[in-house]
């Protein structure tokens, strides 16, 4: 019980820090809407099983041992954060028509963002590692680990959805998208920074 209650509570103060799976979610869900933003958070979900799966395997632990190894995931996090800060920060403002409808961003590259970007996330591999190399006890039974796993996912997956709803709602979405061109510039900037820290600490180590 206490080591579920651990993993419970670690998993939710992990999931609620902000970071580039925040960032990339609210970019998505004031530019394109809830549809875009869900399937982000769908995205983020799916990629903390490939987390689990690489732990669960043992092959976190050449990543444990492997310094060149942990600094290629983090600097390829980073560069895939400054790129999309870059686009976000150049991004041209979208107009809304008649409707109310802006433009579409499509399910596949909605998914591929949230994917991506938690998959590269440097701090999601930290999370799972130091949760299962020093919270599970190595004899916990392997649906058990895959149980935690799948509370990590719903975890990811229930808070970015909430965010996406609350950001895509109409009244705080178009009072974002008015003033566009200073928030995609704030959130570009964002990202650029989290992924020049990113870039910093892996070439440092």
């Known amino acids: 019980m206490n080591e579920l209650l651990a993993v419970m509570t670690i998993t939710l103060l992990a999931v609620i820090s902000p970071g580039g799976d925040f960032a990339m979610t609210t970019r998505n869900s004031y530019l394109y809407g809830k549809r875009a ?10 990629a903390v099983w490939v987390h689990v799966a690489y732990t669960l395997l043992g092959v976190s632990v050449l990543l444990l041992q492997s310094q ?3 600094n290629l995931i983090k600097m390829l996090g980073a560069l895939y954060l400054i790129y999309i800060g870059i686009a976000t920060f150049r991004h041209r403002p979208i107009a809304l028509d008649l409707n109310g409808q802006s433009a579409v961003l499509s399910d596949k590259q909605a998914f591929k963002n949230g994917l991506v970007t938690n998959a590269l996330n440097p701090k999601t591999t930290l999370f799972v ?3 299962f190399t020093q ?3 190595p004899e916990t039974p392997l649906v058990v680990q895959i149980g935690y796993g799948g509370f990590m996912s719903l975890a990811h997956l229930i808070w970015f959805c909430l965010v996406a709803l609350m950001l895509s709602t109409p ?19 964002i990202l650029c920074g989290l992924g020049l820290m990113l870039l910093l600490a892996s070439t440092t180590s």
Request: zero cysteines; charged letters at 10%; a positive charge.
């Open 171 to 189: 009244h705080i979405r178009n009072r974002l998208l008015s003033n566009q061109i200073y928030v995609n510039r704030f959130i570009g900037v």
């Open 68 to 70: 060149w190894m942990f």
């Open 37 to 46: 933003g869900i399937l982000t958070a769908l995205g983020i979900a799916a």
């Open 135 to 137: 919270i599970v006890n």
């Open 129 to 131: 590692l130091s949760t």
